[in-house]
């Protein structure tokens, strides 16, 4: 019986740690996917942007304005890019956590935009939160909220 116990105790171990793997696989794909996004904002790349994104996306930036939709959000993209077009976006991820089906994330972080040709000009920075979900076995994000500080 103290055999059955122990072999009991060691598999509920085992089950436990892959299950702890699993989730920091899932935290690095989409930290993965994050820099992918931060490196094709420093390109003006909004179709690399926007392959991190599902369709139906839906971001509130600093300014207020909703977005919804790929197509929204890289006109806007766009224009803010032909009125500065020496901006740069990045974000760096603070906390992120998975649901414990595993199938959506809560990112939060800080974010900021700057212009490196133009050092003396203003930048903007703040905090933001970011939702994601995995659908058909790949993360992307759903919506975002930036906050400008």
């Not at 599902?54 to 803010?80: C, F, R, W």
């Amino acid at each position: 019986m103290k055999i059955f116990f122990s072999l009991l105790i060691f598999i509920s171990s085992l089950t436990s740690l892959q299950a702890q793997n699993t989730r920091l696989v899932e935290k690095h794909a989409i930290k993965a996917i994050r820099q992918q996004s931060n490196e094709a904002y420093q390109r003006y790349d909004l179709d690399a942007i926007a392959a991190c994104w599902h369709d139906d996306i839906v971001i509130l930036p600093a300014s207020g304005t909703l977005l919804q939709g790929i197509e929204m959000i890289k006109n806007y993209l766009s224009n803010a890019y032909l009125k500065t077009p020496d901006i740069y976006f990045f974000r760096k991820t603070k906390k992120l956590k998975l649901s414990d089906e595993g199938t959506l994330a809560w990112e939060t972080g800080t974010w900021r935009s700057y212009r490196p040709k133009t050092p003396d000009a203003s930048t903007f920075r703040g905090e933001y939160v970011a939702i994601w979900e995995k659908r058909a076995g790949k993360w992307k994000m759903r919506s975002q909220v930036f906050m400008a500080f």
